[in-house]
């Protein structure tokens, strides 16, 4: 069960995260116009994630004044009652007008997470959990797969340039060698809810910030799932790797990751 505070949290957060997603679905379809700006190799921000995340941090600061917020774009602080939120994950597929993006809202104490929030405002879809409560879509309960092979498998490998490429093109020769069917969908949060939701088998990614890594991660623990140890010895200002998947074929992937990474 899970306890009457953290119940109510969760409820905020679930309407919190559609009414963020209705703001950005208007700028995604340009009826409020925005330029998007680049903030390195294909990282994109904009007007549209800032406005998000403002909108966002502001509701959230008036309802739980005590707690601290910590955003990718606007940072903040990570005090023991923490919401760390990404405004527009797929940012580069949002300014393409790609469907695939979400709002991304998680609550940690004493950095360990108890709330996570992913909401796909194209199909109008919450996934969301709460530590003990089980993970959703809306209201219906969802379980990751019942995989068990890797060649029977659909697996989300994320990439950005601030990735290594050598070792992501190892990993995903590795993948297509053992059978698996590869993407990337480039959301990550969204990819682990659908992970969640047995839609993918797997996600693996070798950083993600704590921002977009740790309402999916939750999904993943409630769903039945298996995710390595997360975020790294720097903790969640770090972030970490990432690598979330059905028990089924948990080991055969962390497997293959070592292999990948001794053969550089």
């Not at 209201?139 to 994320?158: E, F, W």
């Not at 999916?216 to 990432?242: F, K």
Request: aromatic letters at 8%; a negative charge; one cysteine or more.
């Amino acid at each position: 069960m899970i306890g009457a505070e953290l119940s109510a949290r969760a409820d905020f957060a679930r309407r919190l995260a559609r009414e963020a997603g209705a703001l950005a679905r208007r700028y995604f379809l340009r009826e409020i116009a925005f330029e998007a700006q680049s903030k390195g190799p294909q990282d994109w921000v904009s007007v549209a994630d800032l406005a998000v995340e403002e909108l966002i941090r502001r509701r959230l600061e008036e309802a739980f004044p005590g707690d601290t917020v910590y955003g990718e774009e606007g940072g903040g602080e990570l005090g023991t009652h923490a919401w760390l939120v990404d405004p527009i994950d797929g940012t580069l597929n949002f300014v393409h007008g790609v469907r695939y993006w979400c709002v991304s809202i998680a609550f940690a104490v004493a950095g360990e997470r108890r709330i996570g929030v992913v909401y796909d405002p194209s199909l109008d879809e919450l996934f969301w959990a709460a530590k003990g409560g089980g993970a959703w879509s809306d209201a219906t309960r969802i379980h990751v797969a019942p995989r068990d092979r890797l060649d029977y498998a659909l697996v989300c490998v994320g990439y950005v340039p601030r990735h290594p490429l050598e070792e992501h093109l190892r990993v995903k020769r590795l993948l297509h060698e053992a059978g698996a069917a590869v993407k990337d969908m480039g959301a990550g949060a969204l990819m682990l809810a659908h992970v969640a939701a047995g839609r993918y088998d797997a996600f693996l990614e070798p950083h993600m910030n704590a921002w977009d890594a740790l309402a999916g991660l939750l999904l993943i623990d409630e769903a039945g799932g298996r995710a390595l140890p997360y975020p790294g010895a720097g903790g969640l200002p770090s972030g970490g790797p990432v690598l979330a998947a059905a028990p089924g074929i948990f080991d055969a992937l962390a497997r293959l990751l070592q292999r990948a990474a001794a053969a550089g």
